[in-house]
Every structure is written in structure tokens, then in C-alpha cells.
């Protein structure tokens, strides 16, 4: 099953983070959760350079970069599901929607406790309210079984310029 | 002038974004602001790799990492001085002092509009409250003229457990 980033249109996937078109990026890739038909889920194990001041701990910046690359994900395959639309629809051959994409207008990370190197982050996001183009979701860091950090964002919708404006 | 974090401890100095110790790292330098004796100020300008999803424009993690490693060493800065001190008199020779080292408790980034690449950034911080163990900061990002995010901060002050106890 495709990650949402690997749906995205293609001048939407240069993100560092999640980007597939980013060959210097993280790419992370988000996802239903399996166990929860109502939130997404994102797993990564960020690299030993992404140390924070103390060694053995992720650095702050990479915690807000989770949260923001999966929250954007999240928000547009949460938006293609009210909509009775899957995500990467866009990418079917003759198809006639447009791609869906969900940008960052606001990020809170509540940093609870120190977010320990070489284990697995799993990240999850669910949906708190979604209001036109805006979209805001409440989100989770867990380092294993313990509870790092906590997020809420929203999201806006990207609007497209039509072609004969850009 | 020695910037913020190149008086952090040793100990204190691994962080992917600003640590003199990490040689994979942004090494973020914060400082005065020679303008505004009342802030701080952070310039740097985010290699071509840091894209967003739309090429030409900084992604969201750059952004909150630049404020959190900002913010937690314009805390320290501004602790230091409240206590009538000097950011690093713990490495002056014979010094008596413990080195002063923030953390993030919490971050809130408004993004207000897409970042451009190939800009020189500029990160301010400015004291709004400080409690105790605790200390609030408002920040903001310049890309040139224009006002790209704003953050608010709570930092909280790191204490070292006594070595008989580590």
C-alpha cells in the first residue's frame, strides 16, 4: 500500500522530510493505522547524526518535523476520506481530480519528556475538527511504549492557481 | 564574540542543529542582537537540500528547528543575565558557576507564509516571562523584509543531577 507521500503529486514531493523527489530527504512515510481505522501512523528511526545537545536523545527540530511531515499527510488522506475519495486518486490513469495537498499553518509540540536515540518512533495523528480548507489534528510521539511528545496542528488546504495564472 | 552555543558545556554540545560537538550538524549560532540590546538573533540561510514540497521554499521541520535551537539558547542568554552573569562564566578558569543549558517544554509555529530558499534567515527572540525554572519567548522569522513565521516558546531549565547520583 503506497505511503500518503508517495501519492503526492510530483512538484508537491520535494520535501526534506517527506518528499519521495528528495533524494537528500528522510522520507517518511505515513499511513492508516492498521489497529485504528480512525488514525494515521508514521514509523522512523531517526539516524544517530540527529542527536540532540545530550548524546542518546533526538534533537527537538527532528521531533517538529515528524509531527509537520506526517501532520500534512495525515490532513490530506483525512480530507480525501470525507470526501469519499482515496488518496493518489489524481494519479489514475484519465482521471479528473485534482491532487490534494495540505500545508502547515500552525504547529504546537508539547516536548514531555527526552526522546530516546535507536528505538523506533511511531507517530500518530487523528482527526480533531476539519472546517473548509482547514484541517486540525491531535498528535502523539511514542519512543516504544513511552509517551514523548504531543502535537496539534492545522493544516490549510494548498489552493492550486489555475494553470493559465501561475 | 563567542555565540550562545559555543559556550554550551561539552555535554551539552551534541545537537544536530547548533552543537560545536556534532560534525554532521547545522551549527546554528544565536547571539545579541547588536540592533536591540533586549533580543537575540540567529542568521542563517538553509542549504538547497531543506526544500519543502514545492521546490524554492524551506520546509516546515527547518523552521521549527531554527526556533527550538534559538529559543533554548536565548533562554540560557537570558537567565544569565537576569542572574547578573555572563553566558559561559562556567568555563572561565576557576569558575564556581554551573553551566546554564535550556530545553524545550513547548513550541507553537505559525506559519504565515512560504519560507524562500536561497535567503539569508533571521530568527529574533525576545523575553516575554520569566518563572522561576521557566521562560517564555516570542520569536519571529525574517526571510529578507518579510515576515515568514512567528513561534512562542517555553523553555525550562536543565538540572543536572549531582555526579554522585548520575
Redesign the interface.
Known amino acids: 500500500m503506497n505511503a500518503f507521500q508517495d501519492d503526492?503529486a510530483e512538484?508537491?514531493?520535494?520535501?526534506?522530510?517527506c518528499?519521495k523527489s528528495?533524494p537528500?530527504?528522510l522520507h517518511l512515510k505515513s499511513n492508516w493505522d492498521a489497529d485504528n481505522p480512525d488514525a494515521t501512523l508514521l514509523r522512523f528511526t531517526p539516524p544517530e547524526?540527529?542527536?540532540?545537545?545530550?548524546?542518546g536523545h533526538v534533537?527537538?527540530?527532528?521531533i517538529?518535523?515528524?509531527f509537520?511531515?506526517h501532520g500534512?499527510a495525515s490532513a490530506a488522506a483525512f480530507a480525501c476520506r470525507a470526501e469519499g475519495r482515496v488518496m493518489g486518486d489524481w494519479n489514475l490513469p484519465g482521471s479528473v481530480f485534482s491532487p490534494v495537498?495540505y500545508?502547515?499553518?500552525?504547529?504546537?509540540?508539547?516536548?514531555l519528556r527526552p526522546t530516546p536515540q535507536d528505538v523506533e518512533l511511531i507517530v500518530r495523528a487523528s482527526l480533531l475538527e476539519m472546517q473548509g480548507f482547514k484541517i486540525r489534528l491531535a498528535m502523539t510521539l511514542h519512543a516504544g511504549e513511552t509517551l514523548c511528545a504531543r502535537a496539534e496542528m492545522l493544516a490549510a488546504r494548498f489552493r492550486e492557481k489555475p494553470a493559465e495564472a501561475r
Do not use: E
Not at 512538484?11 to 522530510?17: E, I, N, T, V
Not at 547524526?49 to 548524546?55: A, E, K, L, M, R
Not at 534533537?59 to 527532528?62: D, E
Open positions: 503526492y512538484h508537491f514531493s520535494h520535501c526534506f522530510g518528499g528528495n537528500a530527504g547524526i540527529y542527536s540532540g545537545g545530550v548524546p534533537y527537538g527540530g527532528m517538529a518535523s515528524l509537520d511531515c500534512a495537498r500545508v502547515t499553518a500552525s504547529l504546537k509540540v508539547d516536548y
